[in-house]
């Protein structure tokens, strides 16, 4: 099975998902960062797959870091987020959250991603999603 330690990724417990959805996991590459997040029983709907509801939040999570990091570590907060539902995700597989800014102004961030399930063989798209962010700067 998928190891997510031995392919570089590292458990971020510092920035928990909300809803006690777990810990996300981080992976530094050559282009920026991916996220990523182990699926368990508790993410699933009544059909014994991932709830779509699980699969947004970690998708607006990871987008609202790389948002973070676009803004030079300015606060922000989700304005927009569409989501594309592309593949069903089984308890048990991990998540992989592929960002990147599309545009950037002062105050608005503007993110697309793709998010996959990682396994031996490669990655699953799953999902596509892109939004917008508001850049919290003090006001003068």
């Known amino acids: 099975s998928f190891d997510p330690a ?4 590292r458990p971020m417990p510092r920035a928990g998902l909300p ?25 699933t709907n009544i ?8 699969l ?18 300015a606060p922000c907060t989700t304005i927009q987020l569409n989501t594309q539902f592309l593949d069903a995700v089984h308890p048990g597989e991990f998540l992989e959250l592929r960002g990147e800014v599309v545009r950037r102004t002062r105050s ?18 799953v999902g596509a999603v ?3 962010w508001r850049v919290l700067r003090p006001r003068s």
């Open 130 to 132: 892109d939004g917008l």
């Open 56 to 73: 947004m939040t970690f998708a607006d999570h990871g987008l609202s870091m790389l948002a973070w990091e676009a803004a030079e570590r």
């Open 19 to 43: 809803a006690g959805l777990g810990v996300p996991w981080g992976k530094k590459t050559e282009t920026g960062w991916l996220y990523g997040l182990w699926t368990v029983d508790d993410h």
């Open 6 to 9: 031995a392919d570089g990724w």
């Open 108 to 125: 608005l961030v503007f993110m697309r991603g793709i998010v996959g399930v990682r396994d031996l063989s490669g990655v699953r798209d």
């Open 47 to 54: 059909s014994g797959v991932l709830h779509g509801g699980v």
